[in-house]
């Protein structure tokens, strides 16, 4: 999944064409991308007022992981009640806008990154229980620490496709980060296999202090014990791993 990608884009443009003076109009635009989010851009009560709201399957999850604090962060006043059939609503006024062009331009870069923050949430909380677990084995030996420490925290579950997910674990070395992958057609697979593989091979090549990756068929290590992993079967799944 990218997160930065035409969803995007759209949004920073449609909203700094409004913000820059350009007369209000009558917006009710739906915009979805490959990794199941759908944006919805209206206009509902007035052509001042434009309502940006989010959908993401994986929602319910973010939200385990922090999303609300985040977004709360991120957003503050512009949040408003959720619109019906989404998960998370900002509404700006075209007539209560931050005075200065920067603070504009810092607002529609925010809201632009909607689906980036809420998604941010999961991978947040790691890095900070990567710090303190990396403080608390700073006090042993790598014999003497104890199990918890050793093994590191949670794996956080990010089932954003209906059967790939992103997985990420802190420890007290690093930060890993586990994605999903299903081909289902042989010709998929094939070139699947080849783009993945180009992680690998380019720090191997050319970028020596690049995260280490791997791509494998099987569920690696860090997903041990970890219910509702897909089958593996035929080649049809894959799992491409960072570590940082």
Do not use: W
Request: hydrophobic letters at 40%; glycine letters at 6%.
């Amino acid at each position: 999944m990218l997160l930065l990608d035409y969803q995007n884009v759209l949004i920073e443009s449609l909203l700094k064409d409004r913000f820059s003076g350009a007369p209000p109009t009558n917006i009710d635009q739906v915009v979805s991308d490959f990794d199941g989010v759908t944006f919805h851009i209206s206009t509902p009560q007035a052509k001042t007022q434009i309502l940006i709201s989010l959908s993401i399957k994986c929602f319910p999850e973010l939200l385990q992981y922090g999303a609300q604090s985040v977004l709360e962060r991120e957003y503050g006043p512009y949040i408003v009640s959720p619109e019906q059939g989404y998960d998370f609503s900002v509404q700006v006024d075209l007539e209560n806008l931050p005075q200065s062009q920067e603070e504009k331009d810092d607002l529609v870069r925010r809201i632009s990154l909607l689906k980036r923050n809420a998604m941010a949430a999961p991978f947040e909380e790691a890095f900070d229980e990567f710090a303190a677990l990396q403080t608390e084995a700073a006090k042993y030996t790598s014999e003497s620490a104890p199990q918890g420490v050793r093994e590191g925290g949670e794996v956080r579950a990010i089932h954003y496709r209906e059967e790939e997910a992103i997985y990420i674990k802190a420890s007290h070395d690093r930060v890993t980060v586990i994605f999903s992958t299903i081909f289902r057609e042989e010709t998929d697979r094939i070139f699947g296999k080849v783009f993945l593989q180009e992680f690998v091979d380019a720090r191997r090549r050319a970028i020596q202090n690049a995260p280490q990756v791997l791509f494998r068929n099987e569920a690696p290590m860090e997903l041990q014990g970890v219910p509702g992993l897909p089958a593996s079967g035929a080649g049809e799944v894959g799992y491409i791993t960072f570590g940082a």
